[in-house]
């Protein structure tokens, strides 16, 4: 079955740390992105990919690193200076059509 | 700048028909998509106009009108497992298909 992996689907931090999303996908597309997702707030791009090796800021990337070392996986890491990291972060990908798939999601919550 | 807007929130019953409006402003235009998003849920593509007029599929219409800036979203035969949330989003033109996304309209079906 070809789709978006997210993992874990739920995650607890402690301020202060670091924490890393994994996202991959087995639909062979080019492209991938990361979304924060707040309650009654759109989607909010923060690194989206394009290519491998290849990585642009989005809207809201303070705070945020990425790296897109295989086709197939694009994690994110929320570090320490994101001011407000609990969220619900969703990866998409898309290939050459232009919907973007989404993974299931994982929800960040930082204590 | 750019501005995408749809109605927060919208009820409707089962079995009637609801139509879900979004206008946008938008430096660029390479069309519009709506995706459906049930709570604590990763959005799920609906539908993609690139040109005016009206699109069907099933239960489910869209439409576009590129001069006015307006898209509709008309669901028929409304089901309970229709409550969601609706999220309009804009592809702008030559910007590496990054998706601007309206906040997203809820709507609740009532029995």
């Known amino acids: 079955d070809g789709g978006i992996t997210q993992s874990p689907k739920y995650l607890f931090r402690k301020e202060g740390q670091n924490v890393t999303l994994s996202c991959e996908q087995n639909l062979n597309h080019d492209a991938m992105y990361w979304y924060r997702q707040d309650p009654g707030q759109g989607l909010r791009l923060i690194y989206y990919?394009?290519?491998?090796?290849?990585?642009q800021k989005g809207d809201i990337a303070e705070g945020y690193s990425v790296s897109r070392e295989k086709k197939e996986s694009f994690p994110l890491t929320v570090t320490s200076a994101q001011k407000n990291p609990t969220a619900f972060y969703l990866c998409a990908s898309n290939g050459g059509l232009l919907e973007q798939f989404f993974g299931p999601g994982t929800r960040l919550t930082v204590l | 700048g750019q501005n995408i807007d749809q109605p927060t929130e919208m009820t409707a019953t089962e079995g009637a028909i609801v139509q879900i409006n979004c206008t946008y402003q938008?430096?660029?235009?390479?069309?519009l998509f709506w995706y459906q998003q049930h709570a604590g849920e990763a959005p799920t593509f609906l539908s993609y106009n690139v040109l005016d007029g009206l699109e069907e599929k099933g239960r489910f219409s869209s439409f576009l009108s590129r001069s006015k800036g307006y898209s509709y979203l008309l669901l028929k035969e409304l089901q309970m497992k229709d409550s969601a949330s609706y999220l309009c989003a804009v592809l702008n033109a030559g910007n590496n298909r990054k998706l601007i996304w309206g906040l997203g309209t809820s709507l609740a079906v009532n029995p």
């Open positions: 990919s394009q290519i491998v090796n290849d990585f």
């Open positions: 938008t430096s660029g235009f390479n069309g």
